[in-house]
């Protein structure tokens, strides 16, 4: 199946080989042959294709973007979507004044384990449900709320379901059996938990909180260490809600990238770049926390890769928008809106040391969403407002969302195989 997506206003295509951050053509086309992009160019181009590769063909459908933007789809690279119960309470608490700590994920850990596989399920579907409508088409999911050999076991079954991209999170805080005895919980998640997940394939990634009240930078560098060996990647969640070492032991273990990086040291930024680990930074969680936006700036400066992630999760920051995470980024996090576009596909991709999403050029997975509006810099501009028309995920559309005000700059309106409304009164 060829389908040929045109009369686009300004498609974002994170091309490396176009100029710009973001590679952006203006009245651009591509072709998407068997679920990849196969050819970028002109609409005035479109019923030609790419003339030094005639065996692309012609197109077997057309969708019209008419007018308005085209972004590749959101890289969440950074999630916490399976668990059970909520803590809206907690979150009242903390905007009345109450400190954040590691220790209310006690709270979820006693939910999950609790629910049946159906309630872990259904609740995920919804989630990944939300943000699809929010234009995510890649996502990580973590375990960590069950801190059992068999609960995180069952979580990423259920998780592996869903994306390829599941992670062992056991090392999230210390279960209360374990609370006075940490270092056997550690043996127990190096020898038990690491050969299970890797001897049935249930995770491509573990990750480890290092911070205060919950793993140690001596623990966390052995459960790393085991993972690697184990043929497994690794990521940390480093220097949340502290400065201490755990940016620099992530970029010496060779993480492939170093989570929420909140408070991060010249030191820090300048042996992420060294290492090529990706600094994901997590806006919504230090709105919802309110601790202190880091500046992006500085990160840029050093020469960090960096991400942007939704960080899901029902305690810290219970937001799965992108859009939301990309506002927040541009206003409090001094990102420029192309540097925040770019860390939300792109650097998450790097981030998954993914190399087939997170653009729009010849040999991505054709991921990618249609705005409502007839730029990319609307995602920051229009905070708070739904901007994502249509979502489509290896060529297929996956989601659609009704536009309030809907772009339509096409002078042409032949009839073409898309959904969008077909003059400004249909949504008014």
Excluded at 27 to 50: E, K, P, Q, T
Aim: charged share 20%; glycine share 8%; proline share 5%.
């Amino acid at each position: 199946m060829r389908t040929l997506v045109t009369d686009i206003g300004e498609l974002v295509t994170n091309d490396p080989a176009r100029p710009g951050l973001l590679g952006t053509v203006a009245d651009a086309a591509f072709l998407i042959d068997d679920g990849r992009v196969a050819w970028v160019g002109s609409s005035a181009d479109r019923n030609l294709g790419d003339q030094s590769n005639p065996d692309l063909g012609p197109a077997d459908q057309i969708v019209s973007a008419r007018g308005a933007a085209v972004i590749p789809g959101f890289v969440d690279s950074h999630n916490h979507l399976l668990f059970a119960g909520e803590r809206s309470a907690e979150f009242a608490a903390r905007m009345a004044g109450e400190s954040y700590s590691a220790g209310g994920i006690a709270t979820t850990v006693a939910a999950t384990r609790a629910a049946s596989d159906a309630e872990l399920e259904a609740n995920l579907r919804a989630l990944l449900a939300q943000a699809l409508h929010s234009g995510t088409t890649t996502v990580e999911i973590k375990s960590g709320y069950g801190l059992t050999v068999a609960d995180e076991l069952r979580a990423l079954r259920i998780a592996a379901r869903h994306t390829s991209e599941t992670t062992l999170m056991a090392a999230h805080v210390l279960p209360p059996e374990y609370r006075d005895n940490p270092d056997a919980y550690v043996d127990l998640v190096i020898e038990e938990m690491i050969p299970a997940v890797a001897a049935q394939s249930l995770a491509r990634w573990v990750d480890v909180f290092c911070e205060e009240g919950a793993f140690t930078e001596a623990q966390t560098e052995r459960i790393v260490t085991a993972a690697g060996a184990a043929g497994l990647l690794t990521r940390i969640h480093a220097n949340q809600l502290t400065a201490g070492g755990a940016l620099r032991l992530a970029a010496r273990l060779g993480c492939a990238s170093a989570d929420h990086a909140t408070f991060a040291s010249a030191e820090d930024l300048r042996a992420l770049a060294a290492a090529g680990t990706v600094a994901t930074l997590l806006p919504a969680i230090e709105f919802s926390t309110r601790q202190p936006y880091p500046d992006a700036r500085r990160y840029y400066a050093a020469g960090v890769d960096v991400a942007i992630a939704s960080d899901t999760n029902p305690g810290s920051g219970f937001s799965n928008s992108i859009p939301f995470s990309i506002a927040l980024a541009v206003r409090d996090m001094r990102f420029t809106v192309e540097q925040a576009i770019h860390a939300a596909t792109a650097g998450g991709a790097k981030a998954l040391r993914r190399t087939d999403v997170g653009g729009i050029f010849p040999g991505q997975r054709a991921d990618f969403s249609i705005l409502d509006a007839p730029g990319y810099r609307y995602l920051a501009y229009r905070p708070g407002v739904a901007q994502i028309a249509r979502v489509y995920r290896g060529g297929e559309q996956v989601a659609e969302n009704p536009a309030p005000y809907y772009f339509d700059r096409t002078a042409d309106r032949r009839d073409r195989t898309d959904h969008a409304p077909q003059n400004h009164e249909e949504t008014r």
